[in-house]
């Protein structure tokens, strides 16, 4: 059993609600789901607060997009019951960060700049630069800056999870329930195409 | 004290009463007064007028009068789930002491405590609570590279 059960309570609206947090869905709970009536107040509660782990495949895809997707569920905003203090975001993880699609010149134009406080200690990257150093940096940072900017927002960071290539450890793996479509519909090489597409491609004129 | 301090309950009734039929919460009232005192004189006047039309009125409870030799004059109202509350009633008017008899009796026997909300229902959800999967279909194949 993975489950790691954590207690907090919460204030939400002048009521209180005792939130139990499960670290995923087990299999054989989802196909007890067809019997929901017969479910007793704990259960229902476990139900209902459950933390579900999603992966989302960052093969050419442009990061502001995954980082948006990525943001919107670890706030919890996909909830109907979502409550900015109720701690209700579920866990994401992004594989194939290593293979992100900027688009236009954004490789070399996009600085990312930081400075430690030090004097002589400003550094400027570019995106590619940056990517090269640490594949998982880019969405990280943007993730980062789209999440809302007090102190839960580090313990969603937390449960972002990056990984540069789709070798994903086997504990995560377990956990994962559902994969979101990839927001940008990647387009075919013209070595993807076949002979008869290609033949049926209209032409305006042919080269005599 | 604060609210964390004091004890507090939800808000609920006893048995549902009053769904069916009203069962009056109030199982006994005693009224504890002495004969020559002036504290009691409101008692006495309330037990020469009005505590026969009361008995009357509430035949589900029982009410005894006591006379004894005391310095304050008490009404005991005892409900139906054994909690007891005693008022005194030095120095009050008959008209006082039936208000305060009817309101005994309007009582349920829960404790005046603070009620967290004003509000309750057995039935919080008509269409389902929502669940993660309400609107979300189930894989039960694997999800991960390897599926691909």
């Known amino acids: 059993m993975k489950y790691g059960t954590t207690f907090s309570f919460c204030w939400s609206g002048g009521s209180k609600l005792l939130l139990y947090h499960y670290s995923h869905v087990e299999v054989k709970f989802i196909k007890c789901f067809f019997k929901m009536s017969s479910f007793s107040r704990s259960a229902q509660q476990w139900a209902t607060f459950a933390r579900s782990w999603f992966l989302i ?7 502001g997009k995954i980082a948006s997707m990525c943001s919107v569920r670890l706030q919890g905003k996909h909830k109907p019951i979502y409550h900015p203090l109720s701690d209700i975001g579920d866990h994401v993880v992004v594989m ?12 070399e134009q996009k600085v990312y700049s930081s400075h430690t406080g030090y004097p002589g200690s400003f550094k400027q990257l570019t995106a590619a630069q940056m990517h090269k150093k640490d594949p998982t940096a880019i969405i990280k940072l943007a993730v980062y800056g789209m999440l809302p900017k007090n102190l839960t927002r580090r313990t969603m960071m937390q449960r972002l999870h990056l990984f540069p290539d789709d070798v994903l450890p ?3 793996l377990k956990n994962l329930t559902e994969e979101l479509p990839q927001p940008r519909e990647i387009p075919r090489k013209l070595s993807e195409y076949t002979q008869e597409e290609r033949n049926a491609f209209p032409m305006l004129w042919t080269p005599a | 004290m604060t609210a964390r301090g004091t004890p507090s309950r939800f808000l609920q009734s006893v048995l549902h009463n009053g769904v069916g039929r009203y069962v009056c919460q109030l199982k006994r009232i005693s009224l504890i007064f ?44 005892e409900y139906l789930n054994g909690n007891v509350k005693e008022e005194t009633v030095t120095n009050k008017t008959s008209q006082e002491i039936a208000e305060l008899i009817t309101k005994l ?18 039935s919080p959800s008509i ?17 991960g590279p390897q599926a691909k």
């Open chain 1, 170 to 172: 086997e504990d995560i």
């Open chain 2, 105 to 122: 009796s309007n009582q349920s026997g829960l404790d005046i405590i603070r009620i967290r909300k004003p509000f309750h229902t057995d």
């Open chain 2, 34 to 77: 002495s004969k020559k005192g002036q504290g009691s004189l409101g008692v006495r006047d309330f037990i020469e007028e009005g505590v026969v039309d009361f008995a009357k009125n509430n035949s589900g409870t029982v009410v005894y009068i006591s006379p004894q030799s005391c310095r304050i004059p008490k009404i005991v109202a």
């Open chain 2, 127 to 143: 269409q389902g609570q929502w669940h993660p999967f309400t609107n979300r279909p189930l894989s039960i194949d694997p999800v």
């Open chain 1, 96 to 107: 194939n960060t290593r293979h992100i699609a900027f688009s236009g010149n954004k490789w």
């Open chain 1, 57 to 63: 495949d960052a093969r050419m895809q442009p990061p």
